[in-house]
């Protein structure tokens, strides 16, 4: 897999006068990610919503997973579309999945399969963007993510950043005209990784309460030298809303201690895979349960051109059946799955006939999606495939309607308009409508 787990998040610098020294002092160096937009002001009492759901976890599939493989077999295909995988029971009668995805059966009481998912786009860039923002890509305007819409509309649940993408976020993950404030915090390292440390999290050494404070306020009477000369600087108003928010932070322990995986159980951590899609599942829980409001976890690996069936099932299956099924039934478990949405979903689906060279190539026209959790009805199957797996037999669903679906969980009007800084106006799922055959 191509992950880039260790990477710098964003190459994002403090104004000059206070790049020298000042963030030095302070251990702090990732302005971009801690910001939250001071305007975003609307949260509930205690983070509630008036929804279904008070927080998400968008488990992104980079690359497209193959439907028929996974959660939409066809067993009764010609060999060229249903491959060498057959189809297992599950723990609700009448619905199977995919027979390398047994531990998941097993939580199908838990979750909803969404069998059809339907884009004209089979590109991963414009696939990514249509399925994490609802709009497919317009020229030089950058719509918002999921996860940015609900930071600004519900703003934070607690002293963490309200949207964390435990991975390298992709731009199409972003604020886009909300503005750099909103875009997701980025942990910087692997959850998986022995020494796993959030970069920046903890005061540097020699740094003592007092002299914390008293960086804030040298850094207060520098910035006021410079309020008329930012006006209406986005970059500004980011990088300010970070300060606050990072001060906020540094002297929240709760917040801290949100991160530190060495706080769980040795068994529950090896039940999840300790592997780092296993450990971001368990940290991605461990932020929604200390009060983030929305949090991504990308796994990549499935975009298999040539020999898929071995990539799947020695290698992308065994992995995610493991760590996810642990994931939804510790959420469980622990009370969280009631108010928090799941979404598992890629950019698009594979071409039912596998090709010459023994792999799946995109296709768009049809695939699934999981959802659980928040107001989802558990047991459940959404739509279908024809029998071949090629084009939606019943009740189609549009990107858009995923848009309304999560933002109608999220107690967020989905019908409502959001403005760019120029003044243009975009409908937060237009032309959408929620799943309602997924809402319990």
């Excluded at 998941?104 to 339907?118: A, E, P, Q």
């Excluded at 819409?149 to 991975?167: E, F």
């Excluded at 409001?293 to 990308?298: E, Y």
């Excluded at 026209?365 to 558990?378: D, N, P």
Aim: with cysteine; proline share 6%.
């Amino acid at each position: 897999m191509d992950y880039n787990w260790l990477s710098d998040c964003e190459k994002f610098h403090r104004r000059d006068v206070l790049k020298v020294g000042m963030l030095g002092m302070l251990g702090l160096t990732m302005p971009k990610y801690y910001a939250l937009a001071d305007e975003a002001k609307k949260a509930a009492p205690m983070g509630k919503t008036n929804g279904t759901a008070d927080s998400a976890i968008l488990i992104w599939l980079a690359g497209g997973p193959s439907h028929i493989d996974t959660f939409d077999p066809k067993p009764d295909a010609a060999v060229e579309i249903r491959g060498t995988f057959g189809a297992a029971e599950t723990n609700v009668s009448g619905i199977r999945i995919g027979e390398h995805l047994p531990r998941i059966g097993k939580v199908m009481d838990k979750i909803c399969l969404v069998r059809s998912v339907t884009s004209p786009t089979g590109a991963h860039e414009i696939g990514t963007h249509y399925m994490l923002t609802g709009f497919l890509p317009l020229p030089g305007f950058a719509v918002p993510s999921y996860g940015a819409v609900a930071s600004s509309l519900l703003g934070p649940r607690s002293a963490l950043p309200p949207y964390i993408s435990i991975q390298q976020p992709s731009d199409e993950m972003g604020a886009g005209f909300l503005g750099a404030a909103l875009n997701p915090f980025c942990p910087g390292a692997d959850p998986a990784s022995g020494n796993f440390k959030v970069r920046d999290l903890d005061m540097p050494g020699g740094m003592t309460v007092e002299k914390f404070d008293r960086r804030k306020a040298l850094r207060d009477v520098v910035d006021g030298a410079f309020k008329e000369h930012e006006k209406g600087s986005d970059r500004a108003r980011a990088v300010d809303s970070f300060y606050n928010r990072a001060y906020t932070l540094l002297s929240s322990s709760e917040a801290r201690a949100a991160f530190d995986l060495t706080k769980e159980k040795e068994d529950l951590r090896n039940a999840y895979g300790r592997n780092t899609f296993g450990q971001s599942l368990l940290l991605s829980r461990r932020l929604v349960e200390a009060g983030v409001r929305f949090s991504t976890v990308t796994v990549g690996g499935w975009d298999n051109h040539t020999a898929i069936h071995n990539a799947l099932r020695y290698g992308m299956l065994p992995n995610f059946d493991q760590s996810f099924s642990t994931f939804i039934s510790d959420m469980d478990s622990k009370g969280l799955l009631k108010r928090t949405m799941v979404i598992v979903m890629g950019e698009f689906g594979r071409t039912p006939i596998i090709n010459k060279d023994g792999g799946r190539d995109h296709y768009p026209r049809v695939f699934s999606m999981v959802l659980a959790g928040g107001g989802i009805k558990g047991g459940t199957v959404v739509g279908s495939s024809d029998a071949r797996g090629m084009e939606p037999a019943s009740d189609p669903v549009r990107p858009e309607d995923i848009a309304a679906t999560i933002y109608q969980c999220l107690g967020i009007d989905y019908t409502q308009s959001i403005s760019s800084p120029e003044g243009v106006r975009v409908t937060l799922a237009r032309g959408g409508s929620p799943i309602r055959k997924a809402l319990a």
